[in-house]
C-alpha cells in the first residue's frame, strides 16, 4: 500500500516536471524573424511555421501587400514591424493579434487603419507616422485600453477622434505635421500623459481645449507653429510641466515676450487668469463666493475695476493679490468677513481709499497699497495688531497726511510712505518699537526735517518721541503755562519775591481745604489759567 503510494506521487511530480519541460521548449521555439531591407515584393510562401514567432520585421522592402491569412498565423506575434514599405492597406485579420504588443506601419502609403485594430487588446505601441491617414478609428480609445505610445505624425489628420481621451495610460502623443482642426474637449482623462506634440499643424490649429491644462502626468507640450493667439490659462495649472514650446504662433496671451523668461514666469502669467475675476465674467461673480475652502487667490495683471462682493465669503482666504488691475475701490465690508487675510496687495490700481473695514483685519501682516490714489487712510488701524509690512509709497500727490493710530501699530517692522506729499509724520511713529525700516523719500518733510533721515533710524524715533513728550523746543503748548506751574513747586507766594512772580503765585500761604473755598476756585478757572501774565498782578 506505501509503495503504491509513493509510485502515484512520483507519478505525478514526472507528470508535473513533464509538463514545464514542455511549456519551456514551447517558449524556447519562439523565434526572431528578421526579413528587413531585402527588396522584398512579396512574402516567400511557404514560410517558417508563423505560429512560433514572437518578433516579426519586414521593415525597409518593397511589399505592397501582406496576406489575410499570414496574418492570421502569427498567434503568438509580439512585435511586429513593416515600416518603409509601399502598403496602402492593412489585412482585416491583424485583429487576431491579442498578443501584439508593439505595432510599426510607419513610411507607408495607408489612408487608414483596419478597424480590427481594435481588438489587438494587449498593443501598447502603435507608429503609423509618415503615412497619408485621414482619420483614425472612431472607437479606437474604447479598445485599446493599453495603448501606451501612439504616433501618426506627417499624415493628414483633420481631427482626433473623441474617443482617444479614454486612453487612460497613454504617456506620448504624437499628432505634429497634420491638419488638425481641433482637439478633443474633455482630455483631462488622458491622465498619465507626459509629452503631446500637436506642433506644425500649421495655419489649420487656431484653438486649444481649456482641458489642456488639466493634463496631470504632463512633462512636455509642444504646439510650435500653429496658428494659436491665446493659450488656455489652465496650463498655468501644469504642475508637472518642464518645457513648453510655442514659437512660431501669433501669440497675444501670454506676450511672446513672457517666453524669453523661465518657464515658472509663463505659469504664473497663466495661474493668474485663471484665478482671477475676468472683465464681463458673468459666470465668476456668481460663484466665486463658493469657494469656502480658498487659501490664496491671486487675479493681477487684469483688468478688474471692482472685486465682487462675495468674496467676503471665502472666510478661509489668507492671501488676495490683486497688483496691477484697475480697481476703485474694495469691497465696503471685506475687513468684517475675511478675518483670515494676512497678505493684501492691492498696488498698481486706482484706489481713492482703502474701507474703514481695513482695520478689522486682525491677523493682516502685509499691506501692499503703494501706486495708488490714495486720499487717506482709515483712522483706527490700531486695531491691525499683526501687521509687520505697510507700503503706501507713490501715491504721489494724493496722499498728504497720515492717522495718529499708524504709530500704534505695534507688531510694525517696515513702513514706506516714499514719493507722497506729506509734510509732517505722525509723533506716535516715534513709538514703533519694532520699526526696522522706514522710507520716506519723495516727500516735502518738514518734521521731522529731512536731514535727520541721514543718521540713523533711533535718531529720527527719538525726535518723534520727543514731540509726543513736549520737549521740543518752541513748543507752544508748553511756553503757555505748564513750565510755570513747575517753577512754584508749591502754590506758596511768600517763597517768591514778588517782583519774580509770574502765572499763578499766591499773595499768601492758603492750605489745600482753604484754596477749595469759594473765594479761590476762581483762581483756577480755564479762563484765568490761559489768560496773560498781567492778569496776576497785584
Not at 344 to 354: A, E
Request: with cysteine.
Amino acid at each position: 500500500m506505501m509503495y503504491e503510494q509513493r509510485h502515484q506521487r512520483m507519478d505525478m511530480k514526472k507528470r508535473s516536471q513533464d509538463r514545464r519541460r514542455k511549456s519551456s521548449n514551447e517558449e524556447q521555439k519562439l523565434e526572431i524573424v528578421d526579413l528587413s531591407g531585402m527588396s522584398l515584393e512579396a512574402l516567400p510562401n511557404p514560410l517558417l511555421n508563423l505560429g512560433t514567432i514572437c518578433k516579426f520585421d519586414l521593415s525597409n522592402n518593397n511589399l505592397q501587400i501582406i496576406p489575410e491569412s499570414l496574418i492570421a498565423r502569427l498567434l503568438n506575434v509580439v512585435v511586429f514591424d513593416v515600416h518603409s514599405n509601399q502598403l496602402k492597406t492593412l489585412p482585416n485579420s491583424i485583429g487576431c493579434l491579442s498578443k501584439l504588443k508593439v505595432l510599426n506601419v510607419s513610411g507607408n502609403l495607408l489612408q487608414s487603419l483596419p478597424r480590427t485594430i481594435e481588438n489587438c487588446r494587449s498593443l501598447e505601441e502603435l507608429n503609423a507616422n509618415f503615412n497619408q491617414l485621414t482619420q483614425l478609428p472612431d472607437t479606437i480609445g474604447f479598445e485599446l485600453l493599453n495603448l501606451k505610445k501612439l504616433h501618426v505624425n506627417s499624415n493628414k489628420l483633420v481631427f482626433l477622434p473623441p474617443s482617444t481621451s479614454h486612453l487612460t495610460n497613454l504617456q506620448i502623443l504624437d499628432a505634429r505635421l497634420n491638419c488638425l482642426r481641433s482637439l478633443p474637449e474633455d482630455l483631462e482623462n488622458l491622465i498619465n500623459l507626459q509629452v503631446l506634440n500637436i506642433s506644425q499643424n500649421f495655419q489649420y490649429l487656431s484653438t486649444l481645449p481649456y482641458s489642456l491644462g488639466l493634463l496631470i502626468s504632463l512633462v512636455e507640450l509642444d504646439v510650435s507653429y500653429n496658428k494659436i493667439a491665446v493659450l488656455p490659462a489652465s496650463i498655468g495649472c501644469l504642475k508637472k510641466l518642464q518645457k513648453l514650446s510655442v514659437e512660431g504662433n501669433p501669440l497675444v496671451s501670454p506676450p511672446l515676450e513672457l517666453f524669453e523668461q523661465e518657464l515658472h514666469v509663463v505659469k504664473e502669467y497663466l495661474c493668474d487668469k485663471i484665478n482671477g475675476s475676468q472683465k464681463n465674467s458673468p459666470k465668476k461673480n456668481s460663484w466665486f463666493g463658493c469657494l469656502s475652502k480658498l487659501k490664496v487667490l491671486n487675479v493681477s495683471g487684469n483688468l478688474l475695476q471692482s472685486l465682487p462682493r462675495t468674496i467676503e465669503n471665502c472666510r478661509s482666504l489668507e492671501e488676495l493679490n490683486a497688483n496691477f488691475n484697475q480697481l476703485t475701490q474694495l469691497p465696503d465690508t471685506i475687513g468684517f468677513e475675511l478675518l483670515n487675510l494676512k497678505k493684501l496687495h492691492v498696488n498698481s490700481n486706482k484706489l481713492v481709499f482703502l474701507p474703514s473695514s481695513t482695520s478689522h483685519l486682525t491677523n493682516l501682516q502685509i499691506l501692499d497699497a503703494r501706486l495708488n490714489c490714495l486720499r487717506s487712510l482709515p483712522e483706527d488701524l490700531e486695531n491691525l495688531i499683526n501687521l509687520q509690512v505697510l507700503n503706501i509709497s507713490q501715491n504721489f500727490q494724493y496722499l498728504s497726511t497720515l492717522p495718529y493710530s499708524l504709530g500704534l501699530l505695534i507688531s510694525l517692522v517696515e513702513l514706506d510712505v516714499s514719493y507722497n506729499k506729506i509734510a509732517v509724520l505722525p509723533a506716535s511713529i516715534g513709538c514703533l518699537k519694532k520699526l526696522q525700516k522706514l522710507s520716506v523719500e519723495g516727500n516735502p518733510l518738514v518734521s521731522p526735517p529731512l536731514e535727520l533721515f541721514e543718521q540713523e533710524l533711533h535718531v529720527v524715533k527719538e525726535y518723534l518721541c520727543d514731540k509726543i513728550n513736549g520737549s521740543q523746543k518752541n513748543s507752544p503748548k508748553k511756553n503757555s503755562w505748564f513750565g510755570k506751574l513747575a517753577r512754584c513747586y508749591t502754590f506758596n507766594g511768600a517763597n517768591i519775591p514778588y517782583d519774580d512772580r509770574e502765572g499763578f503765585a499766591m499773595p499768601k500761604y492758603k492750605t489745600i481745604d482753604g484754596l477749595s473755598s469759594p473765594s479761590y476756585m476762581g483762581m483756577f478757572s480755564p479762563k484765568r489759567l490761559f489768560s496773560p501774565k498781567t492778569y496776576f498782578s497785584r
